[in-house]
């Protein structure tokens, strides 16, 4: 190994991975690190194994609605058989991960860097320099002012768990706290969510959240929004007692685990970001449009960027994307200005594309709302869906469709159709008038409008 790189990329994730093999194809030396198993959250600890977790409950979801319809027989679902299944997809990933950097010839290191100054920093003892730096750490679960927050569990050790206990409580109505918990709903555990907004999934649609919480509450899910966790007590059986307030009113709450679902951080966490001379704000490491931070030859991408975009695992790619074209290309990018789909793994999912109600309303966006319920309609009677529904916004001048929001069995695919729609500027008329396959959830749309 050298001492001095090119490239030195803290991180490898999709972001950082992204980069490193970039670079390196272009014949540059460089170097990745990271302090934890290599590959990053989303294949390790977060969207694919909850994506495998959910597909494993959609499965059963289905099968328990149409149980004796042509359903026959006992069956439920096992979270000690579902666990291996998921690890056989997660296991695998930091080996695979790092072979393919060694292959390519990049130099890892495994350790907590810290700048020492803007060129050189340090892995737990061993100082390397870089000529250039790529930032792609990602994110941390946010620190929670609540007393005994110290009992509370993570996301990526709920994934580690060899059994699940009768009695969860989710502090925060996030994606982990709403994807778990219909998980574990499923799982007949006694569930609970509390949240301290008014509204759960925040930049979701408020009208199609609030439809989630009835819905969720349908399968067992004790939901409670402006409710603040103040402490959470351990009892000497291992238990815990977490005391919530709603207005003026306080009361406890028994649990077996409490599982922080309230958010994440941009994970900047032991970089000494002050000796690289880093402008850092609350929402992570100034960027501009290029991902160039204040210090020139400094980069940063993916969640611990502070680039106003969601975020999301494709949103990282692309971001690396942009910062290669700058890094090597040495190309000036204009502002990302693209549609952002994103969904919640919840069944019925929930998606959303494009503009909210409130966000068009913020905005002052002239906007036309068409929601309906369309549980009735063949797709999902077909079924038994426990509910289904469609909102769409579109400019009243010009009909073309600025946003569009589910919450159905087959959410995930009809957003990506609507963000096609967005992004062409196409009108509720020119969507209605293709000829879709039949009878498909597609095959609904022109009924949407």
Same mark, same amino acid.
């Given at each position: 190994?050298?001492?001095?790189?090119?490239?030195?990329?803290?991180?490898?994730?999709?972001?950082?991975?992204?980069?490193?093999?970039?670079?390196?194809?272009?014949?540059?030396?460089?170097?990745?690190?990271?302090?934890?198993?290599?590959?990053?959250?989303?294949?390790?600890?977060?969207?694919?194994?909850?994506?495998?977790?959910?597909?494993?409950?959609?499965?059963?979801?289905?099968?328990?609605?149409?149980?004796?319809?042509?359903?026959?027989?006992?069956?439920?679902?096992?979270?000690?058989?579902?666990?291996?299944?998921?690890?056989?997809?997660?296991?695998?990933?930091?080996?695979?991960?790092?072979?393919?950097?060694?292959?390519?010839?990049?130099?890892?290191?495994?350790?907590?860097?810290?700048?020492?100054?803007?060129?050189?920093?340090?892995?737990?003892?061993?100082?390397?320099?870089?000529?250039?730096?790529?930032?792609?750490?990602?994110?941390?679960?946010?620190?929670?002012?609540?007393?005994?927050?110290?009992?509370?569990?993570?996301?990526?050790?709920?994934?580690?768990?060899?059994?699940?206990?009768?009695?969860?409580?989710?502090?925060?109505?996030?994606?982990?706290?709403?994807?778990?918990?219909?998980?574990?709903?499923?799982?007949?555990?006694?569930?609970?969510?509390?949240?301290?907004?008014?509204?759960?999934?925040?930049?979701?649609?408020?009208?199609?959240?609030?439809?989630?919480?009835?819905?969720?509450?349908?399968?067992?899910?004790?939901?409670?929004?402006?409710?603040?966790?103040? #402490?959470?007590?351990? $009892?000497?059986?291992?238990?815990?007692? &977490?005391?919530?307030? !709603?207005?003026?009113? =306080?009361? /406890? *709450?028994?649990?077996?685990?409490?599982?922080?679902?309230?958010?994440?951080?941009?994970?900047?966490?032991?970089?000494?970001?002050?000796?690289?001379?880093?402008?850092?704000?609350?929402?992570?490491?100034?960027?501009?449009?290029?991902?160039?931070?204040?210090?020139?030859?400094?980069?940063?991408?993916?969640?611990?960027?502070?680039?106003?975009?969601?975020?999301?695992?494709?949103?990282?790619?692309?971001?690396?994307?942009?910062?290669?074209?700058?890094?090597?290309?040495?190309?000036?990018?204009?502002?990302?200005?693209?549609?952002?789909?994103?969904?919640?793994?919840?069944?019925?999912?929930?998606?959303?594309?494009?503009?909210?109600?409130?966000?068009?309303?913020?905005?002052?966006?002239?906007?036309?709302?068409?929601?309906?319920?369309?549980?009735?309609?063949? #797709?999902?009677?077909? $079924?038994?869906?426990?509910?289904?529904? &469609?909102?769409?916004? !579109?400019?009243?001048? =010009?009909? /073309? *469709?600025?946003?569009?929001?589910?919450?159905?069995?087959?959410?995930?695919?009809?957003?990506?159709?609507?963000?096609?729609?967005?992004?062409?500027?196409?009108?509720?008329?020119?969507?209605?008038?293709?000829?879709?396959?039949?009878?498909?959830?597609?095959?609904?749309?022109?009924?949407?409008?």
């Amino acid at each position: 190994m050298t001492n001095t790189y090119d490239l030195i990329v803290i991180g490898t994730g999709v972001a950082g991975g992204t980069v490193a093999q970039e670079a390196r194809k272009k014949g540059w030396q460089v170097a990745v690190i990271d302090q934890n198993p290599y590959g990053g959250t989303c294949p390790q600890r977060g969207c694919d194994p909850k994506r495998v977790l959910a597909g494993i409950t959609e499965i059963y979801d289905n099968a328990n609605r149409l149980k004796n319809e042509g359903v026959n027989g006992d069956f439920y679902l096992e979270w000690e058989d579902m666990k291996p299944f998921m690890e056989t997809f997660t296991t695998p990933v930091a080996e695979q991960v790092e072979e393919s950097f060694k292959k390519a010839g990049i130099d890892t290191y495994h350790g907590q860097a810290s700048f020492l100054d803007p060129h050189t920093i340090t892995i737990d003892g061993e100082t390397i320099n870089g000529h250039k730096f790529v930032i792609a750490t990602g994110a941390k679960p946010a620190p929670l002012p609540i007393d005994g927050a110290e009992h509370m569990m993570i996301s990526d050790d709920f994934f580690e768990l060899d059994i699940i206990p009768e009695r969860v409580v989710f502090i925060g109505g996030g994606y982990i706290s709403f994807e778990f918990a219909h998980l574990c709903a499923r799982l007949a555990k006694n569930v609970t969510i509390i949240h301290r907004g008014k509204h759960v999934l925040e930049s979701f649609d408020h009208e199609m959240t609030n439809k989630l919480i009835e819905l969720s509450k349908d399968v067992g899910i004790d939901i409670h929004v402006q409710t603040e966790a103040q #402490s959470i007590t351990k $009892t000497e059986r291992d238990e815990y007692i &977490v005391t919530v307030k !709603k207005f003026d009113h =306080t009361h /406890e *709450i028994n649990a077996d685990l409490v599982v922080h679902g309230a958010g994440r951080i941009p994970n900047t966490e032991g970089l000494n970001t002050e000796a690289a001379d880093l402008d850092v704000s609350e929402k992570g490491i100034k960027v501009d449009h290029n991902f160039q931070t204040n210090v020139p030859h400094i980069y940063a991408a993916g969640d611990v960027a502070d680039s106003g975009l969601p975020l999301l695992t494709p949103v990282a790619g692309t971001e690396a994307n942009r910062l290669l074209s700058h890094l090597i290309d040495h190309k000036n990018n204009e502002s990302l200005q693209t549609t952002i789909p994103s969904v919640v793994f919840t069944y019925p999912k929930l998606a959303k594309v494009g503009l909210t109600q409130q966000e068009a309303r913020e905005q002052n966006i002239p906007y036309e709302v068409q929601s309906k319920t369309i549980t009735s309609f063949f #797709s999902y009677k077909r $079924t038994k869906s426990r509910g289904a529904y &469609v909102k769409i916004l !579109k400019n009243p001048l =010009t009909d /073309e *469709i600025i946003g569009a929001h589910f919450l159905t069995d087959t959410a995930d695919h009809l957003v990506n159709l609507f963000l096609v729609a967005i992004e062409k500027n196409m009108t509720d008329q020119e969507l209605s008038s293709l000829l879709w396959a039949y009878p498909t959830e597609e095959s609904d749309i022109p009924s949407f409008f």
